[in-house]
């Protein structure tokens, strides 16, 4: 990865949406921009599938990152709520599209094998992760917003491997 490179890492959702920009710069994972998406649940899907996209599109207009980490989707039990989170990847992958980002995804598992190196562990031992690894303002943050940051340093140890096996290939 190219020395200060922002990347967007996005924990999809359809009522909420975590967004990390994020960058490396001399070993230390940098946390540029962070958030949590919100649309209100009374509006309809295309509206807020549209709220979505409009957001993320200001913060990849705004930041420039050259890459997008998004999450996997990973399959629940409730099939409406895959569907429609199904829906707001088809939007976020649209974005990648539109703004020629590289795309990484990755699983949940891989991102907690990241962060903890056990693939099962709790979201409270990857939260921990997080905020050890990464400097956070003291703010508060929603669960996707940390789930976006820990995407994002699953996602710089991503772009560094591929980076190598690049490398190797040469």
Known sequence: ???NATFIAIDPGYDRCG?????EDRGKVIVVYSTCL???KTDP??????EI????????????????VLETLFFSVNKKTALKV?????AILLLAGLHNLSLIEISPQRVKI??????NASKEQVQKMVSLTVLLEKRKTLDDEIDA??????????????????????
Do not use: H
Not at 19 to 23: E, I, K, N
């Open 1 to 3: 990865m190219q020395n």
């Open 19 to 23: 967004v990390a920009l994020m960058r």
């Open 38 to 40: 919100t649309t209100k």
């Open 45 to 50: 899907q295309e509206v807020r599938l549209k």
């Open 53 to 68: 996209f409009e957001k993320l599109q200001t913060l990849i207009k705004t930041y420039t990152p050259g890459a997008l």
């Open 86 to 90: 199904a829906e707001a990847r088809g």
């Open 114 to 119: 990241a962060l903890t190196g056990v693939g």
């Open 149 to 170: 940051i820990a995407l994002g340093v699953a996602g710089i140890q991503e772009i560094k491997q591929q980076n190598l096996q690049k490398g190797i290939a040469k």
